[in-house]
């Protein structure tokens, strides 16, 4: 063991004492306006939904103070000393950042232990914080992603914020037959294979006369909200971006997926799916919005420009060509010139776009992880993964950023590589490779 001098321990007890010092010396509390004097950061401990956007009440406001971090007091379970550690770095928090909590009484006491084990001493309230709604920061449709106890009380016939202007069903959405479906899932919802919206041999959505009729089969029109849900995220998800291109107007998915209804602890049904009766007409025609899906053509045309971005939404051991992801897709690389999106440890993963429960990461984290790569809101973008599904839940994600110029390019990673005279990249590569 080294010995340690006395001016050495000196110095260690006068930084102790400093420290402590300092700690002592914070405030209970803080302004928004003195907090951003010290150059600190305000941390919302609230549920992701209301640091979304969502209202906790009718009435309450929407949104969050401008420039907050979110890190939800129900997260801590989830997040081990390492994990804390690792979200305050990201968010280039140091020991010395003075932080200013705000949630509910519990959940900030919850957060500043936390945060405090993690080594955080400058750890005070916000005093002034959801009090001046002009100032708040939502996203720009919020609405898309809605959360479990908002569809409870909406099937309570209570009242709720962002309510379905008319007719509304919860449907849940899985490959094959419904075996999960028929040991529990939310009350009164229906399922939809989706094998009903895609098929072989590329795993592409299906023509639009069986939209048709998978919609008329389900009794969707035009004009009736859709709320979707899924064991994965990313299936529900799959199946909202079809119906978005066939021309359902208001299309919503639970954020967190089936977890989020189970973690809940809200009511199950078992069994089949009730009886539906279909619908006599979609009522508009299909394609609403053809604009939403690109073609192999389309998507090479937006390779190597400024103004627009063909977003891969595969794991990074996918994009530089390690695996191709899938036992049914032999060739591996990715698409020269297009532009890592981020996804997760592998095909079926997707933890760089979620919080630790799930939900939908900040609107800010992902926009910032995409700015890296030069991928921006003000391009035209379209996301592929290997055939739909993993990018199509970012295609909802950016949708619910305000994105306006989003689409999803149906063939992706399988429909590209089948035709061996497309580029191909393998390798190591950074953003400039795609430029």
């Keep these: 063991m080294k010995r340690v001098s006395q001016l050495t321990a000196l110095a260690m ?57 979110n890190l939800s007091a129900t997260w801590l379970s989830l997040m081990s000393d390492d994990q804390v550690a690792s979200w305050a770095k990201q968010h280039q928090l140091t020991p010395a950042t003075p932080l200013a909590l705000y949630g509910s009484e519990a959940d900030n006491l919850a957060v500043k232990a936390r945060l405090q ?73 229906g399922y939809i294979d989706t094998n009903e919206v895609e098929s072989e041999p590329l795993w592409n959505k299906v023509s639009d006369d069986k939209l048709k ?46 977890k989020a209804w189970s973690d809940a602890n809200l009511p199950v049904e078992r069994g089949m799916p009730a009886s539906v009766k279909p619908a006599v007409d979609f009522g508009a025609p299909i394609p609403g919005q053809p604009q939403l899906v690109v073609d192999m053509e389309q998507a090479r045309s937006m390779l190597h420009r400024q103004d627009a971005s063909l977003v891969s939404i595969r794991s990074w051991p996918e994009f530089i060509g390690e695996t191709s992801g899938y036992s049914y897709i032999k060739p591996k690389g990715e698409i020269a010139g297009a532009r890592w999106g981020h996804a997760g440890s592998d095909a079926t ?47 909802m994600y950016a949708r619910a950023m305000g994105w306006k110029n989003v689409a999803l390019y149906d063939g992706g990673w399988y429909e590209w590589s089948s035709h061996p005279q497309n580029p191909v990249s393998t390798g190591a590569r950074g953003p400039e490779s795609a430029r």
């Design 117 to 189: 084990k993690a080594g955080f001493a400058q750890v005070s309230l916000l005093s002034d914080a959801l009090q001046a709604p002009d100032r708040l920061q939502r996203l720009p449709h919020f609405e898309q992603l809605v959360y479990a106890q908002w569809i409870h009380q909406l099937q309570q016939g209570k009242q709720v914020a962002g309510a379905p202007a008319g007719d509304w069903k919860v449907i849940e959405a899985a490959w094959g037959a419904p075996k999960f479906y028929l040991l529990n899932h939310i009350p009164g919802a």
């Design 213 to 258: 009729t998978m919609l008329a089969k389900h009794g969707i029109r035009h004009d009736t909200t859709v709320i979707l849900y899924g064991r994965d995220v990313y299936a529900a998800a799959r199946v909202a971006q079809i119906m978005l291109y066939a021309g359902v107007k208001d299309v919503r998915i639970l954020d967190g997926g089936w």
């Design 13 to 69: 007890l006068c930084g102790l004492a400093s420290f402590f010092s300092v700690a002592a010396d914070m405030p209970p509390s803080l302004t928004l306006a003195q907090l951003q004097e010290q150059h600190g950061a305000a941390i919302d401990t609230r549920a992701s939904a209301f640091y979304n956007g969502w209202p906790q009440t009718l009435r309450a406001p929407s949104g969050h103070e401008p420039a907050a971090l």
């Design 349 to 395: 993963h997707m933890d760089d776009f979620h919080n630790p429960d799930g939900t939908m990461r900040s609107a800010d984290d992902i926009a910032a992880m995409w700015k890296t790569w030069h991928i921006r809101p003000e391009q035209r973008v379209a996301f592929y993964c290997g055939t739909g599904w993993r990018a199509s839940e970012t295609f």
